[in-house]
């Protein structure tokens, strides 16, 4: 299986910026897309930023030019750097990964973190 632990975090005020890290492991063959998406209280899960094994990147209209994602591949960890934050963005952000096992090297399934609380404080 593929575990995927958040870190980074935390309450910041509006303006503020916060990075947070994502990092997979376990019996991991390859991974292609790696992103984050993110629910607020009441609202549905949308998606803030996707990554893919070449560094093709996708990000929705909210947060573009606000939001970075990048990866290092060698350590099957993604990052997402959060500038000029908004009240609006508080969240539970969650990671994933599109990943393949060892003992199936051909299928890719998606796996989820547990999530991070960014709050933002207007």
């Known amino acids: 299986q593929v575990q995927l632990v958040e870190s980074g975090g935390g309450l910041v005020q509006a303006g503020g910026s916060l990075r947070l890290s994502c990092a997979a492991s376990?019996?991991?063959?390859?991974?292609?897309?790696m992103g984050w998406y993110r629910q607020a209280p009441g609202k549905q899960r949308e998606l803030v930023a996707t990554i893919t094994n070449g560094g093709r990147t996708n990000y929705p209209d909210s947060v573009k030019g606000r939001f970075t994602i990048s990866r290092d591949n060698a350590k099957n960890t993604v990052y997402l750097q959060m500038n000029s934050l908004k009240y609006e963005d508080t969240a539970v952000y969650s990671c994933y990964a599109r990943a393949s096992l060892v003992t199936r090297s051909y299928y890719y399934d998606d796996y989820w973190g547990q999530g991070t609380q960014v709050t933002v404080s207007s």
């Open positions: 376990g019996s991991i063959f390859s991974i292609n897309a």
